[in-house]
């Protein structure tokens, strides 16, 4: 059974930078496309990132494009979420999810980790 487990939230000021990390256990890490999603308080989760199984491949939603990196390091079996000029609506959990498939929706993704928090204050 596949386990992921993020770190590295917390809570800062708008225009910093913080990294998400999720570490993946239970399967063969290179099998699985990984994606980012958040969820803000009354809101649905939503997409963030996504990196498909070697890495060679990435996609952003337009809301953080150019400002948050999704990397891999296969031998780790972490994936990264690199966030910079953070801003107050980057606020929410963040989840970081497995799938065979990988894309910008939840469906795509079979394997879901607790969250991490992310606050960012302005």
């Known amino acids: 059974q596949v386990q992921l487990v993020e770190s590295g939230g917390g809570l800062v000021q708008a225009g910093d930078s913080l990294t998400l990390s999720c570490a993946f256990s239970?399967?063969?890490?290179?099998?699985?496309?990984m994606g980012w999603f958040r969820q803000a308080p009354g809101k649905e989760r939503e997409f963030v990132a996504a990196?498909?199984?070697?890495?060679?491949?990435?996609y952003y939603a337009s809301s953080v494009k150019g400002r948050f990196t999704i990397s891999r390091d296969n031998a780790k079996n972490t994936v990264y979420l690199q966030m910079n000029r953070l801003k107050p609506e980057d606020t929410a959990v963040y989840y970081c999810?497995?799938?065979?498939?990988?894309?910008?929706?939840?469906?795509?993704?079979?394997?879901w980790g607790q969250g991490t928090q992310v606050t960012v204050s302005s």
């Open positions: 990196i498909s199984w070697r890495g060679g491949s990435t």
């Open positions: 239970g399967r063969t890490f290179s099998a699985y496309g």
């Open positions: 999810a497995a799938g065979v498939r990988w894309g910008s929706t939840p469906s795509e993704y079979d394997y």
